[in-house]
């Protein structure tokens, strides 16, 4: 390394300290001025009602002239108008997940003027979040989620009242921690959380926005919406709209299906839109007599969008309330004993207690023992590449590879698109879905890739090392029934192109 890249990477880390001393001034001094607001605002009750813009002397206005300026776009509409502003200073919002749809959310409903806004997420901040999740920065990165997004919102609007749930919520916590906010968005990623977070609100008695998005698609629900009091009086629960979850095999999470940024930004923002129509459309906060305007009990909807469909948005009339829901009917038999007591497993009921290890174990090698075997080595190979395997005496070139792993074979089953970003140069590409069809269609599947896969031993590797025990099962099954080669070994790379990286090739990207 030169002394120009001694220096330029001094000056980075110099840059990256005094940007982290600069944020926590900035915290510093938002948390200063907000002590120093609450000290000199008087109580909602000192105010008095007046046509007088002022009383001897003194500010005597519902809102502060400060909030006349930020709140005034928003206050001239009759959607919203002076009660609605003062039903959103007087309301408090609880938004968990500080994610992809939490940031958006938190921050249209903090900039609205909402009275108090809690956040729940015990996740910290990763540089692959930041295309979507528009609260944090590469500032903050490592950090939790919840300090990143307060310290974001505190200079958006310094008014509101921020409180931080640095955790992952709980069964034993959840019911307890709803009680004190008025509303609730579930701005998760798993089923296995919606259905807690449904559970808890329908105990709680409070309202509760959500939504969800995968890919280019996302979903949104209003749930738990009262037209009067009593558990007879509120609309359907997210048990109501989907019984049962679904299938495991079939979950993912945007780190492994993929997320379009801005889809799921579109997906947050509605979420803030319905939060503010419930908030200002309720005359008796939140209470009876709920009036959004184009909902009712009687005719629930959920909303769909799609980014690459044309019209994006559709609505799909819903059912609504189930007579024999478990959760929120007057038949229910979730109870907030059972709830707190930990004697509900939402793992179990969305089926997510499968053994990782779906083979045995000599089905499966380490990467380390792949890379040994097969020595094959990512598509571009660096200087720091080729150091780091000669010194782990991986070092032998392509003519002694091709000797000494005649017969190895090494198959992708990662998507096509994923197979672009990056792969190992000797691996042949055959998407587990492909796979999957294969098992139906057996002879087109086999004039495909019977000479690529006719070998003593076929290593399968994928992301993670998920997909790639099921893609062995597969394999096997073809072959068994082909019988073209019955001694080809099919065998499984443990931890997948994750472990690659950390085992072998320390320069493969991660993403």
């Given at each position: 390394?030169?002394?120009?890249?001694?220096?330029?990477?001094?000056?980075?880390e110099?840059?990256k300290?005094?940007?982290?001393?600069?944020?926590?001034?900035?915290?510093q001094?938002?948390?200063?001025e907000?002590?120093?607001r609450?000290?000199?605002?008087?109580t909602?009750?000192?105010?008095?009602?007046?046509?007088?813009?002022?009383?001897n002397?003194?500010?005597?206005?519902?809102?502060?002239?400060?909030?006349?300026?930020?709140?005034?776009r928003?206050?001239?509409?009759a959607?919203?108008?002076?009660?609605?502003?003062?039903?959103?200073?007087d309301?408090?919002?609880?938004?968990?997940?500080v994610?992809?749809?939490?940031?958006?959310?938190?921050?249209?409903?903090a900039?609205?003027?909402i009275?108090t806004?809690?956040l729940v997420?015990?996740?910290?901040?990763?540089l692959?979040?930041?295309?979507r999740q528009?609260l944090?920065s590469?500032?903050?990165a490592?950090?939790?989620?919840?300090?990143?997004?307060?310290?974001?919102l505190?200079?958006l609007?310094?008014?509101?009242?921020?409180?931080?749930?640095?955790?992952?919520?709980t069964?034993a916590?959840?019911?307890?921690l709803?009680?004190?906010?008025?509303?609730?968005l579930?701005c998760?990623?798993?089923?296995?959380t919606?259905?807690l977070?449904s559970?808890?609100?329908?105990?709680?008695?409070k309202?509760l926005?959500?939504?969800?998005?995968?890919r280019t698609?996302?979903?949104?629900?209003?749930l738990?919406?009262?037209?009067?009091?009593?558990?007879d009086?509120?609309g359907m629960?997210?048990?109501?709209?989907f019984?049962?979850p679904?299938?495991?095999n079939?979950?993912?999470?945007?780190?492994?299906?993929?997320?379009?940024?801005?889809?799921?930004?579109?997906?947050?923002?509605?979420?803030?839109?319905?939060?503010?129509?419930?908030i200002t459309s309720?005359?008796?906060r939140?209470?009876?007599?709920?009036a959004?305007?184009g909902?009712?009990?009687?005719h629930?909807?959920?909303?769909?969008?799609?980014?690459?469909?044309?019209?994006?948005?559709r609505?799909?009339?819903?059912k609504?309330?189930?007579?024999?829901?478990v959760?929120?009917?007057?038949?229910?038999?979730?109870?907030?004993?059972?709830?707190?007591?930990?004697?509900?497993?939402?793992?179990?009921?969305?089926?997510?207690?499968?053994?990782?290890?779906?083979l045995?174990?000599?089905?499966r090698v380490?990467?380390?023992?792949?890379?040994?075997?097969?020595t094959?080595y990512?598509?571009?190979?660096?200087?720091?590449?080729?150091?780091?395997?000669k010194?782990n005496h991986?070092?032998q070139?392509a003519?002694?590879l091709?000797k000494?792993?005649?017969?190895?074979?090494?198959?992708?089953?990662?998507?096509?698109?994923e197979?672009e970003l990056?792969?190992?140069?000797?691996?042949?590409?055959?998407?587990i879905r492909?796979?999957e069809?294969?098992?139906?269609?057996?002879?087109?599947?086999?004039?495909r890739?019977?000479?690529?896969?006719?070998?003593?031993?076929?290593?399968?590797?994928?992301?993670?090392?998920?997909?790639?025990q099921?893609?062995?099962?597969?394999?096997e099954?073809?072959e068994?029934?082909?019988?073209?080669?019955?001694?080809t070994s099919?065998?499984?790379?443990r931890?997948?192109?994750?472990?690659?990286?950390?085992?072998?090739?320390?320069?493969?990207?991660e993403?």
């Amino acid at each position: 390394m030169t002394e120009v890249d001694d220096a330029i990477r001094s000056l980075q880390e110099q840059i990256k300290t005094t940007e982290e001393q600069l944020a926590a001034l900035k915290d510093q001094l938002a948390e200063a001025e907000s002590r120093r607001r609450e000290q000199e605002q008087p109580t909602p009750a000192a105010i008095p009602l007046t046509n007088s813009p002022h009383t001897n002397g003194n500010w005597s206005w519902p809102l502060q002239p400060d909030e006349y300026k930020r709140y005034g776009r928003q206050m001239i509409m009759a959607e919203v108008g002076l009660q609605g502003q003062l039903h959103l200073r007087d309301a408090s919002v609880l938004i968990v997940g500080v994610g992809g749809l939490g940031c958006p959310a938190a921050a249209y409903i903090a900039g609205a003027g909402i009275g108090t806004l809690g956040l729940v997420d015990g996740d910290t901040v990763e540089l692959s979040n930041l295309h979507r999740q528009i609260l944090h920065s590469a500032v903050t990165a490592g950090k939790l989620k919840v300090e990143s997004a307060i310290r974001y919102l505190q200079q958006l609007n310094p008014r509101p009242k921020y409180r931080a749930h640095t955790f992952h919520l709980t069964p034993a916590t959840a019911v307890e921690l709803f009680e004190q906010y008025d509303l609730v968005l579930d701005c998760t990623d798993h089923p296995t959380t919606r259905y807690l977070i449904s559970d808890a609100a329908v105990l709680a008695g409070k309202p509760l926005v959500s939504a969800s998005a995968i890919r280019t698609e996302g979903q949104l629900l209003l749930l738990n919406l009262a037209e009067g009091s009593g558990m007879d009086t509120r609309g359907m629960c997210y048990r109501c709209v989907f019984p049962k979850p679904p299938p495991a095999n079939t979950i993912q999470t945007c780190g492994e299906g993929g997320i379009l940024g801005p889809v799921v930004g579109v997906m947050g923002v509605l979420m803030a839109v319905e939060t503010i129509k419930i908030i200002t459309s309720d005359t008796s906060r939140l209470g009876s007599n709920l009036a959004v305007p184009g909902w009712t009990l009687e005719h629930p909807s959920m909303l769909l969008y799609s980014a690459y469909s044309n019209p994006p948005f559709r609505s799909i009339r819903l059912k609504g309330k189930r007579n024999n829901c478990v959760s929120c009917s007057l038949e229910a038999t979730i109870t907030r004993d059972s709830l707190a007591s930990g004697s509900l497993d939402y793992g179990a009921f969305c089926g997510l207690h499968i053994p990782e290890e779906m083979l045995d174990p000599d089905q499966r090698v380490s990467a380390t023992q792949c890379a040994d075997k097969s020595t094959i080595y990512s598509t571009v190979e660096t200087t720091a590449a080729h150091n780091f395997r000669k010194n782990n005496h991986l070092d032998q070139t392509a003519s002694n590879l091709n000797k000494k792993s005649k017969g190895c074979a090494l198959v992708d089953v990662r998507s096509e698109t994923e197979f672009e970003l990056c792969h190992l140069s000797s691996s042949i590409n055959i998407p587990i879905r492909t796979l999957e069809d294969g098992a139906r269609d057996e002879e087109g599947f086999h004039s495909r890739y019977a000479d690529a896969l006719d070998r003593e031993e076929v290593f399968v590797v994928c992301r993670q090392g998920n997909d790639s025990q099921k893609a062995v099962r597969i394999l096997e099954r073809l072959e068994h029934k082909r019988r073209r080669n019955p001694s080809t070994s099919f065998k499984d790379v443990r931890g997948g192109l994750n472990a690659w990286r950390k085992e072998v090739d320390p320069t493969f990207p991660e993403y």
